[in-house]
């Protein structure tokens, strides 16, 4: 990890503070930091990473400790605060927090559709992107907790799933810089070369589960999706029109489950999609049609057009030393006969969804994504990426590091979890069934008080 060696009071070139504003029962302040897109390089280009410093109303002042957040993703920027409540009031309540938007999200130097048009070429386009990964991420953090903790002094990390795996990244490679370690629901695989096969290999047992438990909870939905998928199928072209400009096809459909079956509301919220997918027949003889509302909610669903760096580094936060080579593609054909939407349909049994998978075909069906198939190729052939993880680090931890493990986590497998679990000295589990991979969001005060409590001394070892 790259070495932020001086310290600065304020603002300076490298660091811009802004002055505090209000959101009901908060307090926050922006930094903008200017920070080298690649720190191997003396002379590297630059890039902004944007963080929000919040604390309670009165504590502006406050000697408190930090505790940086680490959002889920790759490619997903922080949230917005609007208010104290949830997990963040919860630690505002003893630290200063830092809501840092990853490098390429939110106002850290965002990759958007419309800036990556910049460039001229796709392996252009490919050669930035590559910058983008957990490494960097970690990299960043430090850069930000050099020049904003008084002192240079440790911080509190918490990080939510991808986030999670970017805490383990900093575990191996940056731990001087870790009080203590929180993960919800991030645990990442460890092992060289490209662990991604096994990712989904692993997760598709979890993810038929879940597609049962939605049909049980909602039978009628599969005579339902049985008639949008043989719909798509004989549209014209295999498909319909999509409100951006992209085009929906009974593979595409079933990408809702990355959305719809693995948090605590997925399954209302995708049967009430389900619920509102044809037009009403107004006019005698009207063709049958899906209705914008759901065209719309799909697309809304997925957030691919407004956060495309999630569908070109989704495979790479696998992979060290080796390329994925569409990972997901290949693992779907493995069983094809069960994914097959059309013959499930036909056949009358349930269609599957599928998970957090992102599939070659999306850069043609997803208008947004449509410019950068070829980088998305590139990336996906890429053997040569840099490590994320080091096993040596992790089996000889220090840093206190506690870890809420779901057991029914469909984006976190629970059996891969626990064996990176066995490779991080020190580490406490707390495993639970009662709550999906949104526990953070769910009941956040509960899942913080868990952990915390078993680092302080509140909750027994034994």
Not at 39 to 47: G, M, R
Not at 64 to 83: A, N, S, W
Not at 235 to 254: A, I, K, M, W, Y
Not at 353 to 359: D, K, L, N, Y
């Amino acid at each position: 990890m790259a070495d932020s060696s001086s310290t600065t009071s304020g603002s300076s070139p490298k660091h811009v503070a802004g002055t505090w504003y209000s959101v009901p029962e908060l307090r926050l302040r922006d930094h903008r930091f200017t920070v080298p897109l690649d720190y191997s390089l003396a002379a590297s280009p630059k890039i902004t990473v944007f963080a929000r410093e919040v604390v309670s109303v009165g504590k502006e002042e406050q000697h408190l400790p930090y505790l940086l957040y680490l959002q889920g993703g790759p490619g997903f920027e922080c949230m917005r605060p609007t208010e104290s409540s949830g997990w963040i009031h919860r630690v505002c309540e003893e630290f200063r927090l830092i809501l840092m938007d990853q490098r390429g999200t939110g106002l850290s130097t965002p990759l958007t559709p419309s800036s990556m048009s910049q460039f001229k070429s796709a392996k252009a386009l490919a050669d930035y992107l590559v910058h983008f990964r957990a490494d960097n991420i970690v990299n960043d953090a430090e850069f930000i907790r050099v020049h904003l903790v008084p002192d240079t002094g440790p911080w509190t990390v918490l990080g939510q799933s991808y986030g999670g795996f970017c805490a383990v990244t900093y575990l191996s490679f940056a731990p001087q810089g870790l009080k203590q370690v929180l993960l919800t629901g991030g645990i990442p695989p460890i092992g060289n070369g490209c662990t991604a096969d096994a990712v989904y290999r692993a997760c598709r047992e979890q993810l038929i589960l879940q597609n049962e438990k939605f049909y049980k909870r909602y039978p009628q939905d599969i005579e339902v999706v049985h008639e949008v998928v043989k719909f798509l199928a004989e549209s014209e072209g295999g498909g319909v029109s999509l409100p951006s400009g992209g085009f929906l096809t009974p593979r595409g459909l079933q990408t809702l489950g990355l959305s719809g079956l693995g948090s605590s509301t997925g399954f209302e919220r995708l049967h009430y999609m389900f619920e509102r997918v044809w037009d009403p027949p107004l006019v005698p003889g009207a063709p049958k049609q899906i209705s914008y509302y759901f065209l719309k909610s799909f697309e809304s669903w997925s957030s691919l057009d407004t956060n495309p760096l999630y569908a070109l580094m989704h495979e790479s936060i696998y992979c060290q030393g080796d390329a994925s080579r569409w990972s997901a593609e290949r693992m779907r054909d493995e069983d094809e006969t069960k994914f097959d939407a059309l013959k499930a349909a036909k056949e009358g049994r349930p269609v599957v969804f599928t998970g957090e998978m992102i599939f070659p075909w999306m850069f043609d069906e997803i208008h947004a994504l449509k410019p950068f198939k070829e980088a998305a190729n590139i990336l996906a052939e890429k053997k040569d990426w840099p490590p994320l993880y080091d096993k040596k680090s992790l089996n000889d931890n220090k840093v206190p590091v506690a870890a809420a493990v779901y057991y029914e986590d469909m984006y976190v497998n629970f059996k891969l979890a626990m064996e990176t679990a066995s490779q991080i000295a020190g580490i406490r589990l707390w495993i639970s069934n009662e709550y999906m991979h949104s526990g953070l969001r769910d009941n956040g005060s509960r899942v913080l008080d868990q952990l915390s409590g078993m680092l302080n001394g509140k909750k027994p070892l034994f």
